[in-house]
């Protein structure tokens, strides 16, 4: 409600980090809501005034403590509420890693994301892959996992519009996984300062749907390229590879 | 005046009320008496606010208007971006929130407070301030060197903090870290001070419940630091040879791990943000007690919500980690032990609105400031459940709404604590009673803007707005204009905010100079330094130390005619 | 400048304040070597491989500097026993022995890294070696120190002056002797 206000939701767990955060909302913002009308209300109510002294309240009689008390009944009831939401969102985006489509493999450096998609086979580390510099393809309504690298320093792997966000290690391969549900073109920035160019990390995350994803692939992959199919996209990919 | 102790010199010296004897040198470069320390530690601190509040001007310049000359810093590159954001972040913590709020609150009110003449170790007092300045020294002239300053922001992570070639700073990086080193060592012999001093030399009398709540949180405070940095330090060490000898500690490609500079800088990391917090909230149980001529309702609750937050505390560092490669098994724990840090601060922030019920509430300028710090705080705390929940972290993680968020626990915390206990102690530093409308002025000229500042960070950072980027241009989905609106409404505030701050030196300077007498207890308070001269002398009461009969926050109390009883007062 | 607070006579916790201090210093040492310390055995947990580098360090001369630091605590002991009885120049005598104690602990490390040097077992050979020369090192600098505060102690306690210093000066030489019992094990014998 409140997230996706502002950014699309492009993953299958985004609507549930959305809703985990309208949740949160709801239940500190009536608290600090009450909070603060008694703040205010206490301020101007006993405000001084001529010939009526403060009252001598030591804060241990049990009627007035039992309001403090009474209070960390509703908290807990939401504290509880929440670990137990946070904990199912974390379990399903971070803990489980269900069966994949197609896997990719994302690598950061100063100051580049190389990103390596399988070609046609669909199998990552042969001949056909494709290797593209600063944009990722993926197809809409596919599992994929991420094997995450990072060359140099920490990186971070973050694409707000899935809710996605894995740290970068050099010296380890971290995987993780998303389901794109939203075709079009998003941002995929480096959350994790990495040295004076962490600011011109920007890639681009292209979702398309299965057939124009298959067809990106058979254009790019590098044995279709070498065979002599020259087209825009594979020029354009040079390009990107320049830059 | 309650008197049962002589003045007595240990050595028969005539050092003690002699200050008359004493040099230049003696009496303000070097001085042993803590009230002078104290305000060696605060002017410090200020000084170096005002650096660090240059430092974000100069970087939320570049953000509002991207590219242009900033005045009084030119052009921010990306490298001067990064080592302006980390020398903020490091400044302010390391340089403003401790020396302020721990070391010149603590020297100033512990033996005032406790009815002391001086800390117990006067000598290590000094040295304690001459390894600070040092260390400030040090951090300020890495921006002076070959690389400039390190820019790896103020958490350090490695490799990037480790390896020249990848920093781009290789010795700025190392006079980072030494300086944070040396400003740690600094703050644990006065921590060692500040415990000692206030459990041996109270007056005679004052027991346990009788502590005023500063003086209280400052010590626990300086547990707190003291248990929680001894990691870090030799974390430090680590990372100062894996830099200068080659060592290979944090290094993965030879072995090392650069997971375990995390945990060692957030084991550290997260009870460091109750180490300043908690002289913020004993300062504010002062003011408002006093304000509203009101006992601290539930002392003891207050001081078991202090030690039950300090104990959590030690268990949550990971939730700083939850996305950090970790294993994610753990952050399910971590998020329960990080939520259960909402049931003892929410208790206390009801003790102290439980507080203000059936008082008699003045709004002078320290109470505005106290009131301030309830309100802000109590946003700061409730934005951290967001964060402190794991699943929704996987999206909040590095954001702005982080930023915001823990913007609205320092900035309470540093500024508004520190405003709170600067005005309300200014009668007894400086004798002089500050200009009332002055302060209230300077008060709604700083809080209305440092609103306007943060909160538009929460909406950029819930749409995915990341930190420490120089220049959201470079992203489409960042660039929009009303996102660069937004980042112009938080620069314009502050550049107003930090404007509004001529109003506070001006009028401390007027008030220091020309400022109406303060006497001996112009607030009318009951704790014991207001029953020494304002300003004390050398000795803090020439004529002998006080004896403590009763508790620090007898205000109103029934039995007794004026609405305040001092704790010197015989029965 | 030797006029001594009131503060600093007063002991309402009903504990010398310097004992009190001292106790402090010490807890916040015991973190510092408890992150370092922790952090080699989680280290060493994840790599099993460091068993080999750790068998070519010496378990004889770490078992010999074991016993003269054990030694030395022995002396600081009876330098206290002396300060009681008001014998400065006997207190005094004994503090010398345990600064003797702590040179000839620092003399046989010196022969011990110099051999371990010239075999290519430097502090940057891997994170092992890194850890020991830390760990050692700054162990090492903790005996400089407790020494060179010790010499100013026996000068005092000499002219039977501060006499309470010796016990001070005593419990932190222990815990420093204490230290090289955790790092003896945990660098020397498990192999």
Known sequence: MIL?????????????????????????????LIASFLFFSFIFRFKKREGTPAKYITGTEHQYMKWIHRAHVPILLFDVIIVVMAVNVWYDVKQDLPEANSTVRVIAQQWAWTFVHPGPDNVLD???????????????????????????????????????????????????WFEPTLAGEFGIQC????????????????????????????????????????????????????? | MAESIPVEHADGHADHGGHHEMSFSEKYIFPLDHKMIAMQYMFTGMFMAVIGGFFAYAFRMQLAFPGIN????????????????TSHGSIMIFWVAMPVLIAAFGNYLIPLMIGADDMVFPRVNRLSYQIFLLSAIIILASFFV???????????????????????????????????????????????????????????????????????????????????????????????????????????????????WQHLFWFFGHPE??????????????????????????????????????????????????????????????????????????????????????????????????????????????????????????????????????????????????????????????????????????????????????????????????????????????????????????????????????????????????????????????????????????????EGLPTCYRGPYEYSHPDHEEDYWPQNEPA | MSARPIATTRSAAGMPTPRLAVWWVIASEIVIFGGLLGSYIMHRIAHGEWAEYAANTNTMIGATNTFVLLTSSLFAVLAHQAAERGDGKTAA???????????????????????????????????????????AGIHALHVIAGMIIMLFVAQTAKRNEDLHRVEIIGIYWHFVDIVWIFLFPLLYIAK
Request: net charge negative; glycine share 8%; proline share 5%.
């Open chain 3, 93 to 135: 005598r004994f503090l010398y022995m345990t600064t003797g104690g702590g040179l000839v602990f620092l003399t046989i490390k010196a022969f011990e890294w110099t051999s371990e040097i010239s075999h290519g077992m430097t502090i940057t050979a891997n994170t092992f070696w890194s850890f020991y020369y830390t760990a």
């Open chain 2, 146 to 260: 070959e690389g400039g300053a390190f820019g790896g922001a103020w958490t350090a992570y490695p490799p990037l903090s480790t390896k020249a070639e990848y920093s781009l700073t290789g010795i700025g990086s190392t006079m980072w870290i030494l300086a944070v080193a040396l400003e740690f060592v600094a703050f644990l012999l006065g921590g060692i001070n500040f415990i000692t001093t206030a459990m041996n030399s109270r007056a005679p009398g004052m027991k346990m419940w009788d502590i005023p709540m500063v003086v209280w949180m400052i010590v626990i405070a300086s547990i707190l630091f003291m248990l929680s940095v001894g990691p870090l330090l030799a974390g430090g060490i680590m990372m100062m040879f894996d830099q200068q000898l080659g060592t290979a500690f944090f290094d993965p490609d030879r072995g090392g791990d650069p997971i375990l």
């Open chain 1, 126 to 176: 042969t001949a056909d892959d494709i290797v593209t510099i600063n944009e990722l393809h993926v197809a809409k309504d596919t599992l994929y996992h991420y094997k995450l690298e990072a060359l140099d320093v920490l990186h971070d792997f973050s694409v707000p519009a899935f809710r996605l966000k894995q740290d970068a290690i050099p010296g380890r391969v971290i995987t993780g």
């Open chain 1, 4 to 32: 996706n206000s502002v950014l699309p939701e492009a993953s299958t767990y985004a609507a549930d980090i959305d809703r985990l955060f309208d949740v949160i909302t709801l239940l500190v913002g009536v608290p600090f």
């Open chain 1, 191 to 243: 959350a994790e300062i990495c040295g004076i160019g962490h600011g011109l990390m920007p890639a681009r995350l292209i979702v398309e749907d299965r057939a124009q994803h298959a067809a990106w692939i058979a254009e790019n992959s590098p044995l279709s390229v070498a065979a002599g199919v020259e087209d825009e996209s594979a020029s354009e990919r040079t390009r990107l590879a320049a830059r």
């Open chain 2, 273 to 542: 943000v109750y180490v300043v917090l908690l002289p913020a909230v004993g300062i504010v149980a002062d003011v408002m007690t006093v304000f509203s001529r009101k006992k601290l309702f539930g002392y003891k609750t207050v001081l078991y919500t202090a030690i039950g937050t300090g104990v959590l505390s030690f268990t949550v560092w990971a939730h700083h980690q939850f996305v950090a490669g970790i294993d994610p098994r753990m952050a399910n724990v971590f998020t329960v032990t990080t939520l259960l840090i909402s049931v003892p601060i929410a208790e206390m922030m009801f003790v102290y609105i439980a507080t203000l019920y059936g008082g008699s509430i003045t709004f002078k300028t320290p109470m505005l400031w106290a009131l301030a710090f309830i309100f802000e705080f109590l946003i700061g705390g409730i934005t951290g459940i967001f964060l402190g929940a794991s699943g929704n972290d996987i999206y909040m993680h590095d954001t702005y709404f982080v930023l915001a968020h823990f913007h609205y626990t320092f900035y309470p915390i540093a500024i508004i604590g520190t405003f709170a206990g600067f005005t309300h102690w200014f009668p007894k530093m400086f004798g002089k009673m500050m200009n009332d409308n002055l302060g209230k002025l300077h008060f709604w000229l700083t809080i209305i803007p440092f609103n306007l500042i943060f909160l538009p960070l929460f909406v950029l950072g819930a749409a995915g707005q990341h930190r420490r980027i120089y220049d959201y241009q470079n992203f489409p989905e960042l660039s929009l204009p009303w996102m660069q609106d937004l980042r112009q409404l938080a620069t314009i505030s502050l550049c107003v905010m930090l404007g509004a701050q001529l109003i506070f030196f001006y009028n401390v300077i007027k008030s220091w100079m020309s400022g109406p007498a303060a006497g001996k207890n112009p607030w009318r308070a009951s704790t014991l330094e207001w029953t020494a001269a304002s300003p004390p002398p050398h000795g803090n009461w020439p």
């Open chain 2, 70 to 85: 900033v005045p009084g810093w030119g052009v921010v590159t990306p490298a001067d971006y990064n080592a302006l954001v």
